[in-house]
């Protein structure tokens, strides 16, 4: 679970974000809004450069027609969400049991000693934030991270050299907030 951070600078969901959250909620019975929560804030957060503030959260509590603290307590639980700015890249490393087992631990200290942050920090020029998350479900891909929609797997060091490379080289074209 993460902290909610605040900041000030005022959000508003696109009209065509707004319409889609809109539609979503159609699919739900009356009253029941707050079912299209998740993706909800994954709009909110792609349409916020990457994260969710608190501005962010509350339009989307709004939009639902339920509390700020019931999108809080969503939006803090789940660690796709992030409460903080982050890079254009958000590298997620799985630190669960069979990934440790298989050097998560080492990937990640070589992997924030090359980029020069820590976690849940961000590289000088805004490229790259360091996660440390649960499971996400590809134990069998040991040791595993998770950037934007993909799963990057079976991660040595000339694994994280190659994709950190092709980051700046502009090959991958697909971080964290631009979904579509
Ligand atoms: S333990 Fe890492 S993906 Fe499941």
């Known amino acids: 679970m993460h ?7 005022p959000f508003q969901y696109s009209d065509a974000a707004h319409k889609e959250v809109k539609s979503l909620m159609t699919k739900y019975p009356e009253g029941r809004g707050k079912s299209a929560i998740i993706r909800a804030l994954h709009i909110a957060q792609e349409e916020n450069e990457g994260w969710l503030s608190v501005p962010a959260m509350d339009h989307v509590a709004e939009v639902l027609g339920i509390t700020p603290i019931e999108v809080y307590e969503v939006a803090s639980f789940y660690s796709m969400y992030n409460l903080a700015p982050v890079g254009k890249y958000v590298l997620e490393f799985c630190q669960t049991g069979p990934c440790a087992i298989e050097g998560a631990e080492r990937i990640i200290e070589y992997t924030k000693l ?4 820590g976690k849940n920090q961000i590289t ?3 490229m790259f934030t360091i996660k440390q998350v649960e499971c996400l479900g590809a134990c069998g891909y040991a040791p595993m991270m998770q950037v934007g929609e993909f799963f990057h797997e079976h991660l040595d ?8 490379e092709d980051c700046k080289a502009g090959k991958i074209d697909k971080g964290t907030w631009k979904m579509h």
Do not use: R
Request: proline content about 5%.
């Open 3 to 9: 902290a909610v951070t605040e900041h000030s600078a």
């Open 157 to 164: 060091e000339a694994k994280i050299d190659q994709f950190i």
């Open 124 to 126: 000088p020029d805004g």
């Open 114 to 117: 090359k980029l020069g942050i």
